[in-house]
């Protein structure tokens, strides 16, 4: 946005920065220029998007302009806009991001709702009191949380093999108010369970090699290869987490995944041969198979 700087007889208000904004991202291949650039003018300006519209002649100042370069020059690079903000909305609730963790997707609200809606059918003086949950690669933290706030019932582990994701979803934790019911863990899959659960939930790396190389850009570059990549197949993280899951839930508890559309049925199947029952794909708000649902046999 030098160009920006540059041009003295043009008085900056916000109508005029978001009109060059959109102009100078499309122009850079950047999806969703409206929106992107609404965002990073708020943040710059301090305030909340819809205030762009109440006061659209409103001058920037040199300080606000500057800021906004820096934030225009990330968007133009191809960082994503919840990156750049540093948050992210899931199911109605905001969570903080960095680059050590996975952006929420509407997807994962889709495996979120999966677990709610089997929790609903279990009859009510069957209900576990409190529910046992365990979120296995927790990331941002945003599925434990969710989990907790919808399910007040509910102690939840977030377990995660990455240091650094550990503490964005404790000061996601901290933020939401359940540091009381989510206890953060680190180590690998299951291995810091010390007690079965009646809930595995789990959005682990699910890209194969091939599927790597075709993804986005704007994915590839800026989340966390960690979090992302599962060899060959997609499956390298998959497999043994089904394969430790049946040893760690209570009789008739459930596991459920998130997993490539590709794969939904090969998962199930590894479910049925680790000895859990009623394996089930479920689709995402994209009519995507994107989730595998299975239950530990009652006793």
Not at 68 to 75: K, P
Not at 260 to 289: F, I, M, S, Y
Request: proline share 5%.
């Amino acid at each position: 946005m030098h160009a920006m700087s540059s041009m003295s007889d043009v008085t900056w208000t916000t109508r005029a920065l978001l009109e060059w904004i959109e102009s100078h991202l499309e122009a850079r291949g950047v999806d969703g220029v409206k929106v992107v650039a609404r965002h990073l003018v708020a943040e710059a300006l301090g305030c909340d998007v819809m205030d762009l519209f109440t006061d659209p002649d409103r001058p920037a100042s040199e300080e606000e302009r500057a800021s906004l370069r820096r934030l225009v020059a990330r968007a133009s690079a191809g960082e994503p806009l919840q990156q750049i903000l540093g948050r992210s909305g899931f199911m109605l609730r905001d969570f903080k991001v960095t680059s050590d963790v996975l952006v929420p997707r509407d997807a994962t609200e889709s495996l979120v709702r999966a677990v709610m809606t089997f929790t609903r059918g279990v009859d009510p003086e069957d209900r576990p009191q409190p529910w046992r949950i365990a979120d296995v690669g927790t990331g941002s933290g945003c599925i434990a949380i969710t989990l907790a706030l919808e399910l007040e019932q509910s102690q939840v582990k977030a377990i995660d093999c990455s240091e650094a994701a550990l503490a964005v979803a404790g000061a996601n934790i901290e933020r939401h108010g359940v540091a009381d019911r989510v206890e953060v863990l680190h180590g690998n899959l299951l291995e810091p369970l010390q007690a079965p659960q009646h809930i595995i939930v789990s959005n682990p790396p699910y890209i194969s090699d091939a599927r790597w190389e075709q993804l986005d850009p704007i994915v590839r570059d800026h989340d966390p290869e960690l979090a992302l990549r599962a060899g060959v197949d997609g499956l390298d993280v998959v497999r043994p987490l089904i394969g430790a899951a049946p040893d760690l839930l209570e009789a008739g508890g459930l596991l459920a995944l998130e997993v490539d559309d590709w794969h939904t049925d090969q998962v199930a199947e590894l479910c049925t041969k680790a000895g859990l029952v009623n394996a089930r794909v479920l689709k995402d708000a994209w009519g995507d198979d994107r989730c595998v649902l299975a239950e530990a046999p009652l006793d």
